[in-house]
């Protein structure tokens, strides 16, 4: 089961990233461009969801674009999610507690890779060709 302690991992483990605590919740960014966060849900959220409460940790991520966000949520909707603040803004929300390790590693790298500079991006590609 992911935590935020393996987020961190994750996430400190890509060139040039750092951590920051963002309206009190951890956020990780490259070159000061976010790109995942814990996310807490908003009462408009979780009336959406039709939730009473928030009983799960969320992260929020970036994507390359709207589809990729789309194929996500179609591909497991039991882990991926999204609210209406987040309409046309490349992110997509994940329940954390339920998405699978090899998951979370390919999509926090994925999330990286939407933000970082291509320069730095084409660096860690030629570290790590697998």
Excluded at 75 to 81: C, G, M, Y
């Amino acid at each position: 089961m992911a935590d935020w302690d393996e987020v961190r991992r994750l996430t400190l483990e890509l060139p040039d990233t750092t951590e920051a605590v963002s309206w009190g919740s951890a956020h990780w960014r490259v070159h000061d461009k976010g790109f995942v966060w814990e996310r807490p849900l908003r009462k408009k959220e979780l009336v959406h969801l039709g939730l009473a409460e928030q009983t799960e940790p969320v992260l929020g991520a970036r994507v390359e674009e709207e589809a990729t966000k789309l194929a996500l949520l179609e591909e497991d909707p039991a882990v991926f999610f999204t609210t209406p603040h987040f309409v046309d803004f490349p992110a997509i929300l994940v329940w954390l507690d339920r998405i699978p390790q090899r998951r979370l590693e390919e999509l926090v790298v994925e999330a990286w890779f939407a933000v970082a500079p291509p320069k730095l991006a084409k660096g860690w590609l030629a570290a790590h060709p697998d």
